[in-house]
Nanobody, 123 residues
Framework: HVQLVESGGGSVQAGGSLRLSCAIS????????LAWFRQPPGKEREGVAA??????????YYDDSVKGRFTISQDNSKNTLFLQMNVLRPEDPAVYYC???????????????WGQGTQVTVS
């Protein structure tokens, strides 16, 4: 059973940076499609970035609102997923979630496993 635990959220000034981490456990050696989502206050959850962990990697997807500012990556052990967020804007505050699935569809209902979320605030 895959478990995901996010960390790294906090408060930062506009223009600043934060790095979110997602510790992944229970996944054996199977490949997964991993993603970061966020849910701003009073809004629907939205996809931020996603990547496939299979051999050779694969396509990386970014929402247009974060392209050039956010970077999704994983460590060599594939046990941690990261989201480096630079040039944070007033519209970026949200609860950020990491998610995983065996498929490859970048929509929230396709993901089977979710973390508890970590809060990001931009002042």
């Amino acid at each position: 059973h895959v478990q995901l635990v996010e960390s790294g959220g906090g408060s930062v000034q506009a223009g600043g940076s934060l790095r979110l981490s997602c510790a992944i456990s229970g996944r054996s050696n199977e490949n997964y499609f991993l993603a970061w989502f966020r849910q701003p206050p009073g809004k629907e959850r939205e996809g931020v970035a996603a990547m496939y962990t299979g051999f050779g990697g694969g396509n990386i997807y970014y929402d247009d609102s974060v392209k050039g500012r956010f970077t999704i990556s994983q460590d060599n052990s594939k046990n941690t997923l990261f989201l480096q967020m630079n040039v944070l804007r007033p519209e970026d505050p949200a609860v950020y979630y990491c998610a995983a699935q065996r498929g490859g569809c970048f929509v929230d209902y396709a993901f089977n496993y979710w973390g508890q979320g970590t809060q990001v605030t931009v002042s």
